[in-house]
């Protein structure tokens, strides 16, 4: 079991509402990535954090902002909620940024837009 | 970017039996494979990768091919047992980063 932690687990917001997901880095990670996985798809990235900055950013509108903190922990910000943003967030960690290198997954959160 | 395609969708077998299922990438240039399950209402797991610098890599009953030339690497499960059944994933990064693009995912069901 790896040692990615997230929260909340689920959530239940209103469309133009706004949401903050948290994400825990497995000890001596340094880097962490958001996902957007929605229902029978793979996740999609979102982006990623190294040291405090982002490092690369997915297909996604600017209302998904993000965070990394000294520790590594990280969230992830939505603004402006739309129905189509309800899906499974994953973060996932990983050691280095320089190269492909393996990432574990946290257990997600479930947002539903209504 | 990359560009990552997964078959089959869905897979059904009878356990015991063999599972292949197969990922084609669009950049030459990437590197490291990861493959991943996921199973109903759980976060994605990490059950095997492999780097472009070898052609295959086994865990087990489980083994990855890589074929460079063609820009297309499968995940073999041999001898399935039901608590294989889950959805599996491929990856592949965005050249030198840690951005990986997902394939569809591929439904496995094992027929006890």
């Known amino acids: 079991e790896t040692g990615v932690t997230q929260s909340p687990t689920h959530l239940i917001k209103t469309r133009g509402q706004q949401v903050t997901l948290r994400c825990s880095s497995q000890?001596?990670?340094?880097?962490v990535s958001w996902y957007q996985q929605a229902l029978g798809q793979g996740p999609q990235f979102i982006f990623q954090y190294y040291r405090e900055e982002e490092n690369g950013r997915g297909n996604f509108p600017p209302r998904f902002s993000g965070l990394q903190f000294p520790n590594y922990s990280s969230e992830l910000n939505v603004n402006a909620l739309e129905l189509d943003d309800s899906a499974l967030y994953l973060c996932?960690?990983?050691?280095?940024?320089?190269?492909?290198?393996?990432?574990?997954f946290g257990p997600g959160t479930r947002l539903t837009v209504t | 970017g990359e560009n990552v395609e997964q078959h089959p969708s869905t897979l059904s077998v009878q356990e015991g039996d063999s599972a292949v299922i197969k990922c084609t990438y669009s950049d030459s240039a990437s590197n490291y494979f990861p493959w991943y399950k996921q199973e109903l209402g759980k976060r994605p797991q990490l059950i095997i990768d492999?780097?472009?610098?070898?052609g295959e890599k086994k865990d087990q009953r489980i083994a990855v091919t890589l074929n460079k030339t063609a820009k297309h690497f499968s995940l073999h499960i041999t001898e399935t047992q039901p608590e294989d059944s889950a959805v599996y994933f491929c990856a592949a990064p965005q050249t030198r980063s840690n951005q990986f693009y997902f394939g569809t995912g591929t439904s496995l069901t094992v027929i006890p």
């Open positions: 996932a960690s990983s050691l280095r940024r320089e190269l492909p290198h393996e990432q574990y």
């Open positions: 000890s001596g990670h340094n880097t």
């Open positions: 492999i780097r472009s610098n070898v």
